[in-house]
């Protein structure tokens, strides 16, 4: 199992940016992937980004592609989720997730493909 911390969240105007982390506990073997996933009120959770634990790949939601940037750094075992360009669109609690299943590239962008989850951090963006 893989616990997950996320942190990083808060109120920013819109055009800003943000950086969330995700710092994961446990071993993380290479054909892990983490996601980010994000819920707003009234919403269904939807798949933000992902990124191969071990080469480093990724995938990104079409709303967010050229915005948002997923990456990872595996001393620290750490996902991180740089936002820019934020809009009162982006708001939402966002979550972070571990599928420890082998897809090989394939980065799943459904949250049942995800078994581990974070408590999520809310990131609230101002018009």
């Known amino acids: 199992q893989v616990q997950l911390v996320e942190s990083g969240g808060g109120l920013v105007q819109a055009g800003g940016s943000l950086r969330l982390s995700c710092a994961a506990s446990?071993?993380?073997?290479?054909?892990?992937?983490m996601g980010w996933f994000r819920q707003a009120p009234g919403k269904e959770r939807e798949f933000v980004a992902a990124?191969?634990?071990?080469?480093?790949?990724?995938k990104y939601a079409d709303s967010v592609k050229g915005r948002f940037t997923i990456s990872r750094d595996g001393a620290k075992n750490t996902v991180y989720l740089e936002m820019s360009s934020l809009s009162p669109g982006d708001t939402a609690v966002y979550y972070c997730?571990?599928?420890?299943?082998?897809?090989?590239?394939?980065?799943?962008?459904?949250?049942?493909?995800?078994?581990?989850w974070g408590q999520g951090t809310q990131v609230t963006v101002t018009s």
């Open positions: 446990g071993r993380m073997l290479s054909y892990y992937t």
């Open positions: 997730a571990a599928s420890r299943t082998s897809y090989g590239s394939y980065c799943p962008t459904t949250g049942n493909d995800y078994g581990d």
């Open positions: 990124i191969k634990w071990g080469a480093g790949s990724t």
